[in-house]
């Protein structure tokens, strides 16, 4: 007897699915229903020839599985008693599958990792984010025809908004190309974003990033938000093992996630963290990259109780061995657990993460002197870093969040968390270049540093009418508060060369004390409503958060300058649908940066300057027709900042990024899919008190970047796929004087992946070459000036196995 969760129209209908292995023997009874829906990414598969026999249900759908070459798990009970009338020929994959199901009320769908599933059909329901009433739901956006690119993201406290429905260009990539891509960091998977570029360095210990020709990361403060809110992703690098998603708001958003810890104003980076699923999920991925770098993640996925209401996702994995970087090791663990209970009205979740990363001989990014010629890369897996440097880095988080449903049309939300890192390095720090030669001088540094990331916000969400006119309202109020303490002790200079390293002796450090040196707070509240008529086809939403930054600094236990300040941001952002497959839209909205406290050199030492309000205006088109997305935006971005001259510290310089974005997904040509776009960019120092630079190009803003990636399945082999990719930046500038300059590079990777089984369990390999013609390269360049090495040549390995 099949029993079915009742249907609430409060929250998204899930199915009830079991994991389980691919064909398992299934008992035969007959039985009619309604008819069933055909997932849309089978249309990508070519015809193929069947021949599978009238019979049991499950027997015949498993059969139908090894043919087409796809992974479909489900739940015994939901075929049982069901017949099919089988299947002779050469077939369309879609129309196959509708021939199999016939009249049985059964249905296939796709899962976000790729894989597939069956559901009765009278208790499937389209998946939503924002019901009638106006409340968030639990679901996550649906996925486009490649289950790797989502068709919609959160923003903020505005919720899940389709990308359609977004006045923001946005990107949402899925675990299944966190998978397919076998992307270890957040910073691995968003190097396929044209919009994004990378200036961590290769090997090395912090994951940063320029968005739209912006800073984010370089702080090192926790500036990735997890599930909606900053303060509790971990402080230097983010791994995906616990990530479902990994999400892109482009642009400032200081009214949607309010201000970011650390004065980001390119963009927001969300995790979303895995939850329980409905069906469960046992599974197994085996890592290997060169040089020696061995691994395993297991992903777990179960639920209970009445209903299955309480879920349970635990994941973790180990790395350990050489990587492909002279002289330096790496060994990784991260365990992360999320609990969940899915009520009639109230829902609750509970994530917690733990990592641990140790680093022997880290890569550092280099400086230069003034005036000296940029000398060309080496080798990416030559390191400068002496073999007795070591890092490690420790996180531990948590974020509590709950929903609760007072009416059909008004909701409260809170979120309260946090996390703290610890870091040890025993190194030399940021080498300088000191000529053309590639000659180096390094100080070495005994360098610790502990941060607290508080975090609580609450809020409530109400949907209403007036007249022809919806709302979808929302209130939140929030605090966050970090505290930082930092100790250093240096050694000597010593000197090396970045194409024939020297080793060193170890100096002999004393260990450091880390004494407290800031404490800041960001509090605030923000109301925000979007509008809609004729039938969500016109969508306006405003909004104002008000602000307030207080900031500490210590001098041992002693305050030193600090401020307290508040500032108002709005947002104003329209979407408008001519056409069903089109939408136009428009933006503005500001961004928010700490100010700065004049440095001890300026005439005018200690004096506390405003908060920074950057300003963006953008408008854009986006196009979806349901197997092909693209966004096509303009935007101009202005940051204003500080600067020393002449002895005075003053706001007087201002940096100016106009560009044009293009992004595009999905599949041209039945098995070839695309995922790439063009980042144009025109970076301007519009104000600056040093006369000679104004006009210039910012450091580290290339007027191109470009990216695209490809995916083929093979007609002749079923379940392989070849893939390859290419990243191009142009040059780039390490100092506002534009004397200095890296040279544009290109990336090639290429890489293989086949589906299959194996003893009737669904298994995947991955083989990935990065960088596969081993070009050396300087891969980007920090807002300080810092610029790093391209990778090496790497190869990657995985084997996923369902249990």
Known sequence: MLVARPLRPDRPSKPVMRSVLLS??????????????????????????????????????????????????????????????????TYPTAQALTHLLADSGVEMVARDDGSYTLVLRQVSLPEINVDAAGRRSTGLPPTDASGQVARGARLGLLGNADVMDAPFSISSYTSTMIKDQQAVTVGDLLERDASVRSTGQAGGIVDSFFIRGFPLGEGNLGELAFDGVYGVASNYRVFTDYAERIELVKGPAALLYGMSPNSAVGGVINVVPKRALDEDLTRFTSRYASDSQLGGHLDVSRRFGEERRFGIRLNGSLQQGDTAIDKQSRDVGTGAMSLDYQGDRLRMTLDLISQDEKFDAASRPFRIDPGVQIPSAANGRTSVSQDWGRSRARDKSALLSGEYD?????????????????????????????????????VPGYYKFKVQRYTVDTGARLGFDTGPVSHRAVLQVSRYR????????????????????????????????????????????????????????????????????????????????????????????????????????YNYIEGLSKGDIAPSAATNAEEVFSPYISRQQE???????????????????????????????????????????????????????????VTLLDGELTRTRVAANRGNTPVGVPTVQANLWAEWDTPGIDGLTLTSGAIYTASQYVDQANTQELDAWTRFDVGARYATRIAERPTTFRATVQNAFDRAYWSGVASYGAFSQGAPRTLLLSATVDF
């Open 406 to 442: 007072l009416s059909d049309q008004l909701t409260l939300f809170a979120h309260a968390g946090g996390g703290k890192s610890e870091v040890e390095r025993l190194s030399d720090q940021t080498p300088t270049i000191l000529n053309a030669a590639g000659d180096t001088s390094s």
């Open 482 to 585: 970090d505290e930082l303490s930092r100790g250093i002790v240096s050694g000597p200079a010593i000197l090396s060369n970045i194409y024939h390293p020297v080793d060193r002796p170890r100096p002999n450090l004393a260990e450091p004390h880390t004494p407290k040196v800031s404490a800041s707070e960001l509090s605030g509240v923000a109301l925000a409503d979007t509008l809609s008529v004729l039938d969500e086809r016109l969508q306006v939403t405003l909004g104002l958060r008000r602000q307030n930054i207080q900031s500490d600094n210590y001098n041992t236990t002693v305050a030193t300058p600090s401020y307290d300040k508040s500032k108002t941001t709005p947002l104003f952002g329209i979407v408008a649908k001519p056409w069903e497959h089109v939408a136009l839209y």
């Open 24 to 89: 398992l023997a299934l008992s035969t009874v007959t039985g009619s229903f309604a008819f069933a829906a055909v997932p849309a990414q089978l249309e990508a598969i070519a015809p193929r020839a069947y021949e599978i026999a009238p019979g049991p249900l499950g027997p015949a759908l498993s059969s139908f599985a090894i043919a087409a070459g796809i992974a479909l798990s489900f739940q015994p009970s939901i075929t049982e008693g069901l017949v099919s009338p089988g299947l002779s020929g």
């Open 619 to 677: 408008i854009g088109v986006k196009v979806d027709y349901d197997r092909f997305m693209a966004t096509l935006a303009l935007f101009q971005i202005k940051k204003p900042s500080g600067e020393l001259s002449s002895g005075v510290f003053s706001v007087q310089a201002q940096q100016r990024n106009r560009g044009v974005e293009l992004n595009l997904s999905g599949e041209v040509a039945r098995g070839t899919r695309l995922l790439g776009g």
